[in-house]
């Protein structure tokens, strides 16, 4: 395989990519199979399609967090009548990667009205490019894009229940939110948040390897021992797989670092496999360790 060469070395050109593109995403999606979890107090996980969906229902219609790949629309749609009947009518934005936003279109269509954080439709307005996953994205369609923004915060309040979204530093992407449910003790943090798989930081849209660091101490301030926690990909947990993950991403990072600053070029610290103790738990998705090991490298 054709490689990078730093200072004499080889680097292997999967340290710069995920073992996935985006075509390869979406057509995955085509062929998705949903699952509905129901998690507490009526509110449901669908699973399976892009970033984790969470979905509330009630007399304001439904609710939805995050929408998924396009090419599931048929899925989604059917996983949605199968909670109930209620027209959809709101969906937040976790962040704007298109894993997470690609159905935006087909549900503002069905009168959703979009919920993000300002600079999630700045993103989407505009061309993007994520080199990992081969991404070449053009600007939304306008019918996809949010028509409420924030910046920090906003306090939402559907179906007789609050709903709390929170900026984060920005971390994975510059357009970050964690979505609460108080009531139901129910948080979503978008991708700050992988369960059993390494994390992606998006440099190209903003995103820090520090604010990722800040962003998992961030979740283990919003939950407490009893909080449903949905990551943006992996299986809904709680805090103590919050603590897991944050206790996974120092010590990696301190071993990358110390190694950047020592001199050590990126393919020599690849190869003294800094997250060989970790790889067995979180090693084994989208993000490999040495796609890993190279963003931590890239913001040391």
Do not use: C
């Not at 279109?105 to 954080?117: D, G, P, S, T, Y």
């Not at 001199?263 to 796609?291: C, Y």
């Amino acid at each position: 395989m054709v490689g990078l060469t730093i200072l004499g070395l080889e680097l292997s050109a999967d340290a710069q990519r995920a073992a996935v593109t985006a075509a390869q995403m979406r057509e995955d999606g085509a062929r998705a199979k949903i699952e509905v979890r129901p998690l507490r107090a009526g509110v449901s996980a669908l699973m399976g399609s892009g970033g984790n969906i969470l979905v509330t229902s009630g007399p304001d219609g439904k609710l939805a967090v995050d929408s998924g790949y396009a090419t599931s629309k048929r899925q989604i749609e059917r996983a949605l009548s199968s909670i109930s009947s209620e027209p959809l009518r709101h969906l937040i934005n976790t962040h704007w990667h298109f894993d997470h936003t690609d159905g935006n279109e087909w549900m503002h269509k069905a009168r959703a009205l979009i919920v993000a954080q300002a600079k999630t439709r700045t993103r989407m307005s505009s061309h993007q490019v994520i080199p990992a996953f081969d991404a070449v994205l053009p600007p939304s369609p306008a019918a996809a894009l949010p028509s409420i923004i924030f910046e920090d915060a906003r306090k939402m309040r559907i179906n007789g229940s609050d709903i709390h979204l929170q900026r984060y530093t920005p971390a994975h992407t510059e357009t970050d939110i964690s979505v609460f449910f108080p009531e139901a003790n129910v948080l979503h943090t978008g991708d700050t948040w992988f369960n059993g798989y390494y994390p992606f930081i998006d440099y190209d849209s903003g995103g820090s390897i520090h604010g990722f660091l800040k962003a998992a101490s961030e979740n283990l301030s919003l939950a407490d021992q009893e909080t449903i926690v949905v990551p943006g990909h992996g299986e809904p947990g709680h805090r103590s797989d919050l603590v897991a993950f944050e206790e996974m991403l120092q010590s990696v990072y301190v071993n990358v670092e110390a190694q950047k600053k020592s001199g050590r070029p990126l393919a020599v610290v690849i190869e003294s496999k800094p997250t060989s103790q970790f790889d067995a738990k979180w090693g084994g998705g989208f993000i490999t360790p040495a796609l890993l090991i190279s963003l931590m490298y890239r913001g040391a």
